[in-house]
């Protein structure tokens, strides 16, 4: 079982490496302390979030409990895609490791170590 999770974000203006735990939900988004004070699992705030287009609950990864990943749109402004397909909002994607992932216009790949 993976215990942690790896995200390259390869935009060329933004590249580094972002590793956090995994735990049973993962966020992605952008910071936002001076209005609501939040803070996702994967703040993407470092990668020119408001330019390119991420919310501040973007996207989420949830792990079930057979082991398998699913990412979810959380209703984001500028849409989720995997591999250039767009995700409806709220409906679960299986993703696996290596997957390449767009948030908005920031592209990433997502591995599960």
């Known amino acids: 079982m993976s215990t942690r999770l790896v ?3 390869t935009d060329t ?3 580094r490496i972002m590793e956090i735990p995994l735990s049973k ?3 992605f988004g952008r910071s936002d302390v001076d209005e609501t004070d939040f803070h996702p699992d994967i703040d993407l705030i470092n990668c020119n979030a408001i330019n390119n287009g991420i919310s ?3 996207a989420a990864i949830d792990i079930h409990t057979d082991h398998s990943y699913v990412l979810y749109d959380l209703d984001s402004r500028n849409g989720t895609f995997i591999n250039g397909m767009a995700l409806e909002p709220h409906h679960p994607y299986p993703i696996q490791s290596g997957e ?10 997502i591995f599960f170590e």
Do not use: S
């Open 56 to 58: 501040r609950r973007h």
């Open 13 to 15: 203006a933004f590249p």
């Open 25 to 27: 939900r993962v966020i």
């Open 100 to 109: 390449r992932i767009r948030l908005g216009r920031l592209k990433m790949t």
């Open 7 to 9: 995200v390259q974000v």
